[in-house]
């Protein structure tokens, strides 16, 4: 049996963590990133991960499960509740999303309600409440990778072996033209406002939808 993990960001609040969750994704074998909701983020820390990682978009949380359950897949939340399994029993059954929620609130009601299971990271210090959105999805990712029998990298040296960047990596987009129109207007109305504090800096690491998905 083909097992597949899979990474569904929505509505994340800080845009950069998206770059650090896909180098994460791509180190520990992850299928496809989904974000939901707001999906422009800024690739800063993804150190060119993006380029070997497909991602995809959906409105809504049921219109991405609906697609997940079409895979096949079970749902996880990464957050503590009273029924939440300790990451490290490794309580999977089959192909597997993890869902990440918000850095500052977590899971919301509405993204709990479409989960099957949760998990939670032990912690043994005294120190902090919870762990940063990537890092503990790091932790999550290679868990799962060690259940699942994913085969490790080659090394050379003291580092892993990186695959050469693809030709055209494949982005998915979900939405029709129409929708996509709509949505750049709404961009560019909100950016008037200052809703999504992007600035004119010509280095900016900022990705627009349309340089991300493209047609499957």
């Not at 496809?32 to 497909?54: A, M, W």
């Not at 494949?170 to 992007?198: H, L, M, P, V």
Request: hydrophobic letters at 35%.
């Amino acid at each position: 049996m083909v097992r597949e993990s899979y990474v569904v960001v929505h509505n994340i609040a800080k845009r950069h963590n998206v770059g650090t969750l896909a180098r994460s994704a791509t180190a520990f074998g992850v299928k496809e990133l989904i974000l939901v909701g707001r999906r422009d983020f800024n690739s800063f820390g993804s150190h060119g991960s993006t380029s070997h990682l497909p991602f995809r978009h959906f409105h809504s949380l049921s219109d991405a499960r609906n697609f997940l359950k079409e895979k096949d897949c079970d749902i996880c939340g990464v957050e503590i509740t009273d029924s939440a399994f300790p990451v490290n029993e490794h309580p999977f059954k089959r192909s597997t999303a993890f869902l990440l929620g918000n850095e500052g609130t977590g899971l919301s009601t509405k993204e709990c309600e479409i989960c099957d299971f949760f998990v939670y990271i032990p912690q043994y210090g005294c120190g902090t409440a919870s762990l940063n959105v990537t890092v503990a999805a790091s932790i999550v990712l290679h868990h799962f990778g060690v259940w699942a029998g994913f085969s490790e990298r080659s090394r050379d040296g003291h580092k892993f072996i990186v695959a050469e960047r693809p030709v055209k990596q494949g982005k998915y987009c979900t939405e029709t033209e129409e929708s996509i129109i709509q949505e750049r207007k709404s961009r560019r109305e909100n950016a008037s406002n200052g809703f999504f504090d992007e600035t004119r800096n010509a280095e900016s690491t900022s990705s627009p939808l349309d340089t991300l998905f493209t047609e499957e």
